[in-house]
């Protein structure tokens, strides 16, 4: 039985003796996939000004000529057909008209005349088809006439300006511009695949990229003299350098051998990679490629419901401050700060309540231990948008429990969310009791698979129990506490609940930690949604470099 081969092998060996010749082919797919591409897009364009044109002409038939505030709008007529002989002659009256180079004129009696042969024979084929008909001109400027049958044989006719901009490139053209570039891969000669592979994506997702930014009219010679103008705007940058690191990466990843190993893997266990496929798949829609977005996203300005790519704009913003002070909570460091004061102190309290609630309930000699577990692990159990919403009634100034108590012991109540350390402290409250339960479950079950002999020996040794806490039970709950530290560590540093629904970042904002500061950003301050990306990227990697510092430190504890 022969082995497996790859199949591209007898690509791999093909000799080009001209490889002018063979880019000149390259080039001319090129060319005719971008002339797809362009035809589509004019299609959709075309789509998009069918259905603006209808939508006008019944808000201009609902709301009067007088209302016509859109700019794009050359001339409205609305006529009445009469003397109906069959289904496809008709004679027009005007009804009312409008044009807005000439407001004065009337429009009034029958439609006569070679000056209204193309309106009228547009009114006819709406009626006669009873559907909405479309006609592009070109001109200077290009405009389009679309006529809408309406109630009790009449026919509304808009004239307007082509100002919709060219669509966003379509699937089709990028789906065409990766074939091209895959061939290119694998028929081009060794020393030329990288570059002309690379090539190939950068100029194929340029023109691609520059496409959109055309009006929908002219020949190929003119898009193609105006290509260069998406090179430097909008998205294309972005796109250029990820398929161009991608292009790039393939083929030294190919060269090195390390593609064709992966497919060897992948048939030496494609029963196991099927079964593995569903969950990869659903991490990648659900995980991967939302991930991929909000990174993208860091990178635009949102404006007026567009996106604009502004490059690393937003990291520069929240990295200098955005020209505000290090005292003012909209300041990165400030927001960083407390941030860090709040997941360093819940933390530390998480640990301390839960390691010591978990030693109290280990003594054998505790009754009811059950009753207590059950009891202390209702906080944990609770949906915490709940518990919050709890304890801000809680703090309420006037009627809540906790000033109540205050008052009966003679302390008064305290306005919580006033100033900034009640407003803190209360979040902290509230997080403590929600995170303590997890600590004291993990602390429990370590401390249970110690034996028991250990503390024996050291009793009998004449070890005292601070001696043999801090001999024999921390350094065997390491293993098991440190990476609870860690998850709860980046759980309290994202805990976007508590602080939105106890404080709701007040006063002013100073109590807000980095994930609701981007919630602010995105939704409370102008839609800024690419500055709110910005803040989650470097949430991420804060939370990277924490994470691996952590991982050092559990190692070498493990080491020890």
Same mark, same amino acid.
């Given at each position: 039985?022969?082995?497996?081969?790859?199949?591209?092998?007898?690509?791999?060996?093909?000799?080009f003796k001209s490889l002018p010749l063979f880019i000149v082919c390259l080039v001319i797919l090129l060319i005719a996939s971008l002339v797809v591409v362009l035809r589509v897009q004019k299609r959709t364009v075309q789509r998009e000004i069918y259905h603006q044109g209808i939508k006008q002409i019944l808000q201009i038939n609902s709301a009067g000529t007088d209302n016509i505030k859109n700019k794009s709008v050359k001339k409205f007529f609305k006529l009445k057909a009469h003397n109906k002989y069959n289904d496809k002659l008709?004679?027009?009256?005007?009804?009312?008209?409008?044009?807005?180079?000439?407001?004065?004129?009337?429009?009034?009696?029958?439609?006569?005349?070679?000056?209204?042969?193309?309106?009228?024979?547009?009114?006819?084929?709406?009626?006669?088809?009873?559907?909405?008909?479309?006609?592009?001109?070109?001109?200077?400027?290009?405009?389009?006439?679309?006529?809408?049958?309406?109630?009790?044989?009449?026919?509304?006719?808009?004239?307007?300006?082509?100002?919709?901009?060219?669509?966003?490139?379509?699937?089709?053209?990028?789906?065409?511009?990766?074939?091209?570039?895959?061939?290119?891969?694998?028929?081009?000669?060794?020393?030329?695949?990288?570059?002309?592979?690379?090539?190939?994506?950068?100029?194929?997702?340029?023109?691609?990229?520059?496409?959109?930014?055309?009006?929908?009219?002219?020949?190929?010679?003119?898009?193609l003299g105006n290509s260069p103008v998406g090179f430097t705007r909008g998205i294309f940058p972005p796109i250029w350098l990820i398929t161009s690191l991608f292009f790039i990466g393939t083929g030294i990843l190919y060269q090195r051998g390390k593609i064709d190993k992966l497919i060897t893997t992948i048939k030496s266990n494609r029963i196991a990679y099927t079964y593995v496929l569903p969950a990869m798949l659903g991490m990648g829609l659900l995980v991967l490629l939302p991930f991929a977005i909000g990174l993208g996203l860091?990178?635009?300005?949102?404006?007026?419901?567009?996106?604009?790519?502004?490059?690393?704009?937003?990291?520069?913003?929240?990295?200098?401050?955005?020209?505000?002070?290090?005292?003012?909570?909209?300041?990165?460091?400030?927001?960083?700060?407390?941030?860090?004061?709040?997941?360093?102190?819940?933390?530390?309290?998480?640990?301390?309540?839960?390691?010591?609630?978990?030693?109290?309930?280990?003594?054998?000699?505790?009754?009811?231990?059950?009753?207590?577990? !059950? @009891?202390?692990? #209702?906080?944990?159990?609770?949906?915490?948008? %709940?518990?919050? =919403?709890?304890?801000? &009634?809680?703090?309420?100034?006037?009627?809540?429990?906790?000033?109540?108590?205050?008052?009966?012991?003679?302390?008064?109540?305290?306005?919580?969310?006033?100033?900034?350390?009640?407003?803190?402290?209360?979040?902290?409250?509230?997080?403590?009791?929600?995170?303590?339960?997890?600590?004291?479950?993990?602390?429990?079950?370590?401390?249970?698979?110690?034996?028991?002999?250990?503390?024996?020996?050291?009793?009998?040794?004449?070890?005292?129990?601070?001696?043999?806490?801090?001999?024999?039970?921390?350094?065997?709950?390491?293993?098991?506490?440190?990476?609870?530290? !860690? @998850?709860?560590? #980046?759980?309290?540093?994202?805990?976007?609940? %508590?602080?939105? =629904?106890?404080?709701? &970042?007040?006063?002013?904002?100073?109590?807000?930690?980095?994930?609701?500061?981007?919630?602010?950003?995105?939704?409370?301050?102008?839609?800024?949604?690419?500055?709110?990306?910005?803040?989650?990227?470097?949430?991420?990697?804060?939370?990277?470099?924490?994470?691996?510092?952590?991982?050092?430190?559990?190692?070498?504890?493990?080491?020890?």
């Amino acid at each position: 039985m022969s082995k497996n081969k790859n199949p591209f092998t007898f690509l791999m060996k093909t000799n080009f003796k001209s490889l002018p010749l063979f880019i000149v082919c390259l080039v001319i797919l090129l060319i005719a996939s971008l002339v797809v591409v362009l035809r589509v897009q004019k299609r959709t364009v075309q789509r998009e000004i069918y259905h603006q044109g209808i939508k006008q002409i019944l808000q201009i038939n609902s709301a009067g000529t007088d209302n016509i505030k859109n700019k794009s709008v050359k001339k409205f007529f609305k006529l009445k057909a009469h003397n109906k002989y069959n289904d496809k002659l008709y004679n027009f009256e005007f009804i009312v008209g409008f044009d807005r180079s000439n407001p004065n004129q009337e429009f009034k009696g029958q439609l006569q005349g070679k000056k209204y042969s193309s309106l009228h024979d547009l009114a006819a084929q709406a009626l006669a088809e009873k559907k909405a008909v479309m006609q592009l001109n070109r001109g200077n400027p290009p405009h389009t006439v679309i006529s809408l049958p309406l109630e009790d044989n009449q026919v509304g006719i808009v004239v307007k300006n082509i100002t919709t901009r060219t669509a966003p490139t379509p699937w089709l053209g990028i789906i065409l511009i990766i074939m091209l570039a895959v061939a290119a891969f694998f028929l081009t000669p060794e020393p030329w695949k990288i570059i002309v592979t690379n090539s190939i994506g950068a100029l194929g997702f340029g023109m691609l990229a520059s496409g959109y930014r055309l009006a929908p009219h002219g020949s190929l010679l003119e898009i193609l003299g105006n290509s260069p103008v998406g090179f430097t705007r909008g998205i294309f940058p972005p796109i250029w350098l990820i398929t161009s690191l991608f292009f790039i990466g393939t083929g030294i990843l190919y060269q090195r051998g390390k593609i064709d190993k992966l497919i060897t893997t992948i048939k030496s266990n494609r029963i196991a990679y099927t079964y593995v496929l569903p969950a990869m798949l659903g991490m990648g829609l659900l995980v991967l490629l939302p991930f991929a977005i909000g990174l993208g996203l860091g990178f635009f300005n949102h404006c007026n419901g567009e996106f604009q790519f502004i490059g690393i704009d937003n990291f520069v913003d929240i990295l200098s401050g955005g020209g505000t002070s290090l005292g003012n909570p909209l300041n990165f460091y400030f927001t960083l700060g407390v941030t860090l004061l709040w997941t360093l102190l819940n933390v530390f309290l998480h640990v301390s309540i839960g390691l010591s609630l978990a030693l109290i309930l280990k003594d054998p000699l505790l009754k009811m231990k059950s009753v207590y577990r !059950v @009891l202390l692990i #209702i906080p944990w159990a609770m949906p915490n948008y %709940i518990t919050a =919403l709890m304890w801000k &009634g809680m703090f309420q100034q006037q009627y809540g429990a906790i000033n109540i108590i205050l008052d009966n012991i003679g302390i008064g109540g305290i306005s919580w969310f006033s100033t900034f350390w009640p407003a803190f402290m209360a979040n902290v409250i509230t997080n403590t009791w929600l995170g303590f339960p997890f600590m004291m479950v993990v602390s429990l079950g370590a401390l249970q698979s110690i034996p028991s002999s250990l503390y024996e020996a050291a009793e009998v040794d004449g070890a005292s129990k601070w001696q043999q806490f801090r001999n024999i039970t921390l350094p065997l709950l390491r293993p098991a506490l440190f990476p609870a530290i !860690v @998850l709860g560590s #980046i759980w309290t540093f994202n805990m976007f609940n %508590i602080i939105y =629904l106890v404080s709701g &970042g007040e006063p002013g904002g100073s109590t807000d930690i980095l994930i609701t500061e981007a919630y602010q950003w995105a939704f409370k301050r102008g839609e800024r949604y690419g500055l709110a990306a910005a803040y989650a990227i470097l949430i991420f990697v804060v939370l990277i470099i924490y994470t691996r510092i952590t991982n050092k430190l559990t190692k070498a504890a493990e080491d020890m």
